[in-house]
């Protein structure tokens, strides 16, 4: 129960940060190319840069929580944050949620509850360290395919799916360090770096998708590629498991959190306060 409260902690952080990261996004210039002297630019930008830091929070929140709570069910909590930036925006800013929001927040909790309820808790499954080279290679063909192709991108939900994925990647990385003992260990596996690359081009993609349009767009792209395909590689490779007789109930959970997210995804738009 303790890696789903940090799992809890870790989408709060992710949800702020959401916010301030897409009001600093669109204060730069797109750029054709993914060019990693973007994320310099970024980090110059106030707004940004407070996002950058919530997201390291964030991260090492999820960290933890991977130790111990299936990457299926980390992923989920971690794409409720909308649900919690919307929830905010009605107290703080008064903004007026439709009742598709409500019938969506409703959605995420429920979906929530039932992760919590079928989820069975523990490290993953031994993995062979050829899975460390693999990841990697995985992680830096991606990232490569994403320069090259990034010219290509002329809409956010190509390059906030590509975030997605890194991001997913990332998460899938943490997941396998968690049987990691030693700082040496950390330091001599290629799931380290891996890690490090997926988490520094998941960034470069979302700041672009940001800039590229919509971001609800964005953010609902990016949602989709950071929860269905870790999912996945979690539950067949990773040895994520469910409470026996409780498979249809984790599949519910997880497809009401993250459906119910993607139609939040209009939240990640900051909102002006209402007039009053």
Do not use: E
Not at 41 to 59: K, T, V
Not at 113 to 119: N, R
Not at 251 to 270: K, S
Request: net charge positive; with cysteine.
């Amino acid at each position: 129960m303790f890696g789903f409260v940090l799992a809890l902690g870790a989408a709060f952080c992710s949800a702020t940060a959401a916010t301030l990261q897409s009001i600093g996004a669109r204060r730069i210039a797109t750029t054709a190319h993914l060019d990693p002297r973007l994320l310099y630019r970024l980090l110059r930008s106030g707004p940004y840069a407070a996002g950058l830091a919530l997201d390291g929070a964030s991260s090492g929140l999820t960290f933890t929580a991977l130790r111990s709570v299936p990457l299926f069910a980390v992923q989920a909590v971690g794409a409720a944050n909308l649900s919690i930036v919307a929830f905010l925006a009605m107290l703080v800013l008064r903004v007026k949620l439709s009742a598709q929001d409500a019938v969506a927040i409703g959605g995420v909790v429920i979906g929530l509850v039932l992760l919590v309820i079928s989820a069975v808790i523990g490290p993953p499954s031994a993995m062979p360290r050829v899975a460390g080279w693999w990841l990697l290679g995985a992680v830096v063909t991606l990232a490569v395919g994403s320069y090259l192709g990034s010219p290509r991108m002329r809409s956010p939900a190509l390059p906030g799916l590509l975030a997605g994925l890194s991001f997913g990647s990332a998460a899938l990385g943490a997941r396998l360090l968690g049987r990691i003992g030693s700082v040496d260990g950390l330091a001599t596996n290629p799931i380290t770096y891996a890690l490090v690359i997926a988490g520094l081009n998941g960034l470069l993609l979302y700041a672009a998708a940001l800039q590229r349009g919509s971001v609800t767009v964005a953010s609902a792209s990016t949602i989709v590629g950071q929860t269905v395909a870790p999912a996945l590689v979690g539950w067949l490779l990773l040895g994520d498991q469910v409470r026996p007789g409780f498979a249809p109930v984790a599949v519910l959970g997880f497809v009401l959190a993250v459906t119910g997210a993607v139609a939040l995804a209009r939240h990640a738009q900051p909102h002006a306060p209402a007039p009053g």
